[in-house]
């Protein structure tokens, strides 16, 4: 259930990461690029927090919370076209 929690809580701040990296590099074919800038900035934000919150969430959970929320964000945005044009 926490789990569930920490995604809601995440999604927002995930959501506005997938727009600031697809409105700042909007090259062709730099999904994997993108991926890697906000997961790193996860990464990162990871690594300084207090010890007592990395052992309420490894950091492979939180790593592929992170990415499965980038996934669908992205697969959505998609297929609604949102991406079209962003950053041209």
């Known amino acids: ?3 569930i929690v920490l995604g809601l ?7 506005a990461a997938v727009k600031a990296a697809e409105a700042h590099i909007s090259l062709p074919k730099t999904g994997a690029e993108k991926l890697n800038l906000v997961t790193g900035v996860v990464e990162e934000v990871y690594s300084s927090i207090a010890d007592g919150i990395r052992e309420d969430y490894s950091r492979d959970s ?3 919370l992170v990415v499965g929320i980038v996934t669908r964000v ?3 945005f998609n297929r609604l076209g949102i991406f079209q044009g962003v950053g041209a």
């Open 1 to 3: 259930m926490r789990y």
């Open 9 to 15: 809580q995440l999604f927002p701040a995930i959501l």
């Open 62 to 64: 939180v790593m592929r």
């Open 74 to 76: 992205v697969a959505v």
